[in-house]
């Protein structure tokens, strides 16, 4: 089971740091992905990473302002969001493979066996 939190709402030019705990399991040999979801719109893809190695990949609208961790006891992993913009505002969320997708996967919802039951940030003035 993955539980998300850390959203909320906040101003322009704002931060918010999401949260995903994993309990019952470690996310250790995971493909771990964060997803947002708008009202009116697709589930779409906004970074994801392997729990072991170096890659990680984010979407062109959020590189440079999000970042994606973990944590050491391989049991969270982290959104950091900096500089939001008020078309970030959606439900985001959390989501796990036992096996880290392919590259050329990482993207698509179905993927990730594992969802969090999403977080809404908003944001706006």
């Known amino acids: 089971q993955l539980q998300a939190s850390g959203g909320g709402l906040v101003q322009p030019g704002g931060s918010l740091r999401l949260s995903c705990a994993a309990s019952?399991?470690?996310?250790?040999?995971?493909?771990i992905g964060w997803f947002r979801q708008a009202p009116g719109k697709e589930r779409e893809f906004v970074a994801a990473?392997?729990?072991?190695?170096?890659?990680?990949y984010y979407s062109d609208s959020v590189k440079g302002r999000f970042t994606i961790s973990r944590d050491n006891a391989k049991t969270a992993i982290y959104l950091q969001m900096n500089s939001l913009k008020p078309e970030d505002t959606a439900v985001y969320y959390c989501?796990?493979?036992?096996?880290?997708?392919?590259?050329?996967?990482?993207?698509?919802?179905?993927?990730?066996?594992?969802w969090g039951q999403g977080t809404q940030v908003t944001v706006s003035s």
């Open positions: 989501a796990a493979s036992p096996t880290a997708p392919i590259t050329s996967a990482v993207r698509y919802p179905q993927s990730y066996a594992y």
């Open positions: 990473a392997r729990w072991r190695g170096s890659s990680i």
């Open positions: 019952g399991f470690t996310l250790d040999y995971y493909g």
